[in-house]
């Protein structure tokens, strides 16, 4: 079976600071995808990043960053100098390819406010 | 298209009425995919297709409940005697191939009353 945790249901936090979305996963594939999408207020879903199994490596986008650590089953997302524009409904997500068939999974979500 | 497109936008139908939803995915996306949101729930899955077959109708929640895409592009996902607990948005995405991130529409906002 493959889940997606996301533990924090709200985050409240004020503009400028750092603040970092958890994510933990359960799959048995050894090859799977992990992604983060954001869902702003106006509801309609944005891809972000996708990571594969076999790539550790963080990646870093604008104030953007993700930390994928396999040891722990742990993709976290973590956006830096927080904006008023940051607030949003951040969901991780897992597709699990030897066995989930490219299925996404999603986690619960974590809804984000910023503010000024 | 520019984007993926959904239609109705939103669609109040009565408790046992038939309903049908259509998307229409990004031009040359190999694969598409149905999900379900609740209020205050992440996107749950229903059926994914990769041309015109479905690959993964796994997360259908019964047989009220099916998905075509004939041609290989447009998808119309078709609701049998609906119950209200099949209120809704419903969410197409479509991406290149499985695997990649995904491109969502902004959902049918489905109401059973």
């Known amino acids: 079976a493959q889940k997606v945790t996301q533990a924090q249901t709200e985050i409240s936090v004020v503009e400028k600071e750092d603040v970092t979305l958890d994510c933990v996963y359960e799959t048995r594939d050894t090859t799977y995808y992990l992604f983060w999408y954001k869902q702003p207020p106006s509801g309609e879903l944005v891809f972000l990043i996708r990571?594969?199994?076999?790539?550790?490596q963080n990646e870093i986008s604008g104030r953007y960053s993700w930390n994928f650590q396999k040891s722990t089953s742990s993709f976290n997302f973590t956006i830096t100098a927080s904006q008023v524009v940051d607030s949003a409904v951040y969901f991780c997500?897992?597709?699990?390819?030897?066995?989930?068939?490219?299925?996404?999974?999603f986690g619960a979500g974590t809804r984000l406010f910023v503010k000024a | 298209g520019a984007g993926v497109s959904q239609t109705p936008s939103n669609k109040v139908t009565e408790k046992g009425k038939y309903v049908e939803l259509r998307c229409d995915p990004i031009s040359g996306h190999t694969a598409l995919y149905w999900y379900r949101q609740s209020l205050g729930q992440g996107p749950e899955f229903l059926i994914y297709f990769q041309g015109t077959g479905a690959a993964d109708d796994s997360g259908l929640p019964n047989d009220r409940f099916f998905a075509v895409r004939p041609e290989g592009s447009v998808s119309t996902l078709k609701i049998q005697r609906t119950e209200r607990g099949d209120s809704a948005v419903y969410l197409c995405?479509?991406?290149?191939?499985?695997?990649?991130?995904?491109?969502f529409g902004s959902g049918t906002r489905l109401t059973v009353v």
């Open positions: 997500a897992l597709s699990g390819v030897d066995t989930g068939g490219f299925k996404t999974i």
């Open positions: 990571r594969n199994s076999f790539d550790e």
């Open positions: 995405a479509s991406s290149p191939t499985a695997g990649n991130g995904y491109t």
